[in-house]
């Protein structure tokens, strides 16, 4: 069974930077993708960006956001710059390990404008 474990989410300023954590346990591998997802109120969870064999992002993210991962630590990283207050939402982590998904909890992020 695989846990994850996000953190890093609060409040911030329009124009802010943020770095979200997701910690990883369980067996998973440097091969299965993980991302990042987002959920604003009344809208559907959405795609941010995943990293696997290929780093994808949302176009709406692209030039701000960078998504990284440490394997050894079995840790992803989701780097927020320039935020806006339309990014505010819950983010959740994601890993698709042969499969399966799994999702962390979330975590908030709050853009003031």
């Known amino acids: 069974q695989v846990q994850l474990v996000e953190s890093g989410g609060g409040l911030v300023q329009a124009g802010g930077s943020l770095r979200l954590s997701c910690a990883a346990s369980g067996s998973i591998f440097s091969i299965n993708p993980m991302g990042w997802y987002r959920q604003a109120p009344g809208k559907q969870r959405e795609l941010v960006a995943t990293i696997g064999i290929r780093t994808r992002y949302a176009d709406s993210v692209k030039g701000r956001f960078t998504i990284s991962r440490d394997n050894a630590k079995n840790t992803v990283y989701l780097q927020m710059n320039s935020l806006q207050p339309e990014d505010t939402a819950v983010y959740y982590c994601?890993?698709?390990?042969?499969?399966?998904?799994?999702w962390g909890q979330g975590t908030q992020v709050t853009v003031s404008s």
């Open positions: 994601n890993a698709d390990i042969f499969g399966n998904t799994y």
